[in-house]
């Protein structure tokens, strides 16, 4: 079992950065063991990858609309990941959430991610 919460969520203008960071409680198996992606899910559209990381963080997948502008990185010391958003665009705004895999490899199917946090809000205002 995993439960996740995100944070960092909030209002920014056009060109402006935000930092999420999702902090995940175990059982069972330890964070290191999961790989974690963001998603996001803006008003009346389907929930998108954003960015996933590997078990050990040596892989990282981006969607192509955030490539060069948001970075994802984990410790799994402190059982958390990050996203880092910068040049932060009004088409960025939705509802990002924090997700855990049981899959080892970086993957961007939300039918392999089984552990989902309660979502953020980011709005993005031009």
């Known amino acids: 079992q995993v439960q996740l919460v995100e944070s960092g969520g909030g209002l920014v203008q056009a060109g402006g950065s935000l930092r999420l960071s999702c902090a995940a409680s175990t059982s069972g198996r330890t964070f290191s063991t999961y790989s974690m992606g963001w998603f996001r899910q803006a008003p009346g559209k389907e929930r998108e990858f954003v960015a996933g990381?590997?078990?050990?963080?040596?892989?990282?997948y981006y969607t192509d609309s955030v490539k060069g502008r948001f970075t994802i990185s984990r410790d799994n010391a402190k059982n958390t990941v990050s996203l880092q958003m910068n040049s932060l665009k009004p088409e960025d705004t939705a509802i990002y959430y924090c997700?855990?895999?049981?899959?080892?490899?970086?993957?961007?199917?939300?039918?392999?991610?089984?552990?989902w946090g309660q979502g953020t809000q980011v709005t993005v205002s031009s």
């Open positions: 990381i590997s078990w050990n963080g040596g892989s990282t």
């Open positions: 997700a855990a895999s049981s899959i080892l490899r970086v993957t961007t199917s939300t039918l392999q991610y089984a552990y």
